[in-house]
């Protein structure tokens, strides 16, 4: 099941731009989660938004979440060719133990 | 680094055969998931096992089957190979402490099945 949907699919700026990318999801949660994936690697965590929480930063990363409209939003500042990645939500769907990922935005920063 | 090991890195294998994937957690981990990820259906959640018991089924088809060891190193088993199933197979870990704390990935199994 796909619980997070990502939107855009796909999004292409400049170095320099911010970039925002944002989340919808279904169910009640207990957290949310961005990562990120880098072509044919392995996810990495950004950062986790528990529930009770709004808004969350770390580094040039500002994530927000309204539980009211299930959604999530994260916004890289000043993007660099190096944030050229797949960027993915996942939420622990009705408060469960596993994380269910979105199909993602693919991101790309050009120089 | 995350810390998590999975090998084989690429496995090349014909319909109908099976194989083992391994997947070492991160030290101090308790928790394992599988996930497969394909261009069509996405990263899809197989299973999760915590301290070497089953703790959340996903899409897992009944062809795959998977376990934990007492040293918490888990291997995903796939049989009756199908074209359908070539993908990416990861394995993440988690402290796991009743919440859900971070995932950390391996760079994962690239499965093509000819």
Redesign the interface.
């Given at each position: 099941?796909?619980q997070g949907e990502e939107d855009p699919q796909a999004l292409s700026i400049q170095e320099g731009e911010n970039a925002t990318m944002n989340c919808s999801y279904k169910t009640s949660i207990?957290?949310l989660?961005w990562?990120r994936q880098n072509s044919?690697?392995?996810?990495?965590?950004l950062i986790?938004i528990r529930s009770n929480e709004r808004e969350k930063h770390s580094g040039r990363l500002r994530v927000t979440l309204d539980t009211s409209k299930k959604s999530s939003s994260l916004l890289i500042t000043a993007s660099r060719a190096a944030d050229t990645a797949s960027y993915?939500c996942?939420t622990?769907e009705d408060c469960?133990?596993?994380?269910?990922?979105?199909?993602?935005t693919t991101l790309s920063v050009s120089s | 680094d995350s810390g998590v090991t999975q090998t084989p890195k690429h496995l090349i294998t014909a319909t109908g055969q099976r194989v083992t994937l391994r997947c070492s957690p991160r030290s101090g981990d308790l928790s394992v998931y599988w996930y497969q990820q394909s261009l069509d259906q996405g990263l899809q959640f197989l299973i999760q096992y915590y301290n070497g018991e089953e703790r959340a089924k996903g899409n897992i088809l009944e062809r795959f089957s998977a376990q934990q060891f007492p040293d918490l190193h888990s291997e995903l088993n796939l049989s009756s190979l199908e074209l359908g199933d070539s993908a990416l197979y990861f394995c993440a870990s988690s402290e796991w402490t009743g919440e859900n704390s971070p995932l950390h990935f391996g760079n994962g199994t690239r499965l093509t099945v000819t």
């Open positions: 099941s796909q207990n957290n989660q990562y044919g690697r392995g996810l990495v965590h986790l993915f996942a622990d469960q133990t596993a994380l269910i990922f979105g199909k993602g | -």
